[in-house]
């Protein structure tokens, strides 16, 4: 029956041009958010330090802020984060700090806090900071950046 094969042929025609269609549907909306992602400001760039801080800012409240103030003075489930950076670890007065927090006795650099805040308890074991750490290397940059806002 010559017309059904040609319809056979047609359809599968058409499946095939679908598919192509499909295909390049897709290659055209990766390269969008590709493009997209290149030209977002604020997600990646490091040397736009406002975007940074902004970010860092962020990462405090949501994350942070469940235990440490950015006030001066105000120690809540941990210390006050208020001038951190520069401060001697476990230092900060009226809170009281695990012996292994105590005993650290380095002075908190960024490179510290990077090291610190990938994973608190590999960096300083026996801390009682209770946070698995923040693993994307932007999120603890932009914190960190925020953190040194954080003086008189
Ligand atoms: C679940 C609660 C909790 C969360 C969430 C948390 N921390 Fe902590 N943090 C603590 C505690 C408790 C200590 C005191 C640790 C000790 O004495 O062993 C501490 C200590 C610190 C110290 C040392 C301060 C000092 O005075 O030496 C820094 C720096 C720090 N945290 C930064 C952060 C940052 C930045 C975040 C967010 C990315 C964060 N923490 C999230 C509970 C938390």
Not at 14 to 42: T, Y
Not at 89 to 117: C, I, Q
Request: proline share 5%; hydrophobic share 40%.
């Amino acid at each position: 029956m010559p017309s059904t094969t040609r319809g056979g042929e047609t359809k599968a025609r058409a499946r095939r041009l679908a598919l192509l269609f499909g295909g390049a549907l897709l290659a055209a909306s990766l390269a969008s958010s590709l493009i997209a992602r290149a030209q977002e400001p604020d997600e990646e760039d490091e040397n736009n330090r406002a975007a940074l801080v902004a970010h860092g800012r962020d990462v405090f409240h949501h994350i942070c802020a469940q235990c440490h103030s950015d006030k001066k003075g105000v120690n809540l489930v941990g210390p006050s984060l208020y001038g951190v950076v520069g401060r001697k670890a476990g230092t900060e007065p009226g809170y009281a700090y695990s012996d292994a927090m105590r005993n650290f006795g380095k002075v908190w650099t960024p490179e510290e806090l990077t090291h610190y805040l990938w994973d608190p308890q590999a960096w300083i074991p026996g801390v009682k900071m209770h946070f698995a750490g923040l693993k994307r290397k932007y999120n603890r940059h932009a914190v960190i950046a925020y953190l040194e806002t954080l003086h008189d």
